[in-house]
């Protein structure tokens, strides 16, 4: 059984940066992909960006691309979100997740789901 946790997020105003933080307790971490998704008021979760077990290899959701850094520490089980040039469109719940068979785009793939993180991107 794995637990995350996350930290960091706020709100920015657009051009702005916001890290969001996971911490993962329980479970072999270094086995685990991990995913961030978001989640805007009224619309389905959607997948942002993911990592592979490792920490070796990213991918990221074309909206994503070259504004949003995903990274993993495995020895400290921690995994990062570091976002730029947010976009008030960028507005919405985010949540880390951890999938023990390797990366997935949609959120049945994942087992295990942080409690959330609120980015708000005002214009």
């Known amino acids: 059984q794995m637990a995350l946790v996350q930290s960091g997020g706020g709100s920015v105003q657009a051009g702005g940066s916001v890290n969001i933080s996971c911490a993962a307790s329980?479970?072999?971490?270094?086995?685990?992909?991990m995913g961030w998704f978001r989640q805007a008021p009224g619309k389905e979760r959607t997948f942002v960006a993911g990592?592979?077990?490792?920490?070796?290899?990213?991918y990221y959701e074309v909206f994503a691309e070259r504004r949003f850094t995903v990274s993993k520490d495995n020895p400290n089980r921690m995994a990062y979100l570091q976002m730029t040039r947010l976009k008030p469109g960028d507005t919405a719940v985010y949540y880390c997740?951890?999938?023990?068979?390797?990366?997935?785009?949609?959120?049945?793939?994942?087992?295990?789901w942080g409690q959330g993180t609120q980015v708000t991107v005002s214009s």
């Open positions: 997740a951890a999938r023990r068979r390797g990366t997935g785009l949609r959120v049945g793939d994942y087992d295990y």
């Open positions: 329980g479970g072999s971490f270094s086995n685990y992909a």
């Open positions: 990592i592979s077990a490792n920490g070796d290899t990213p």
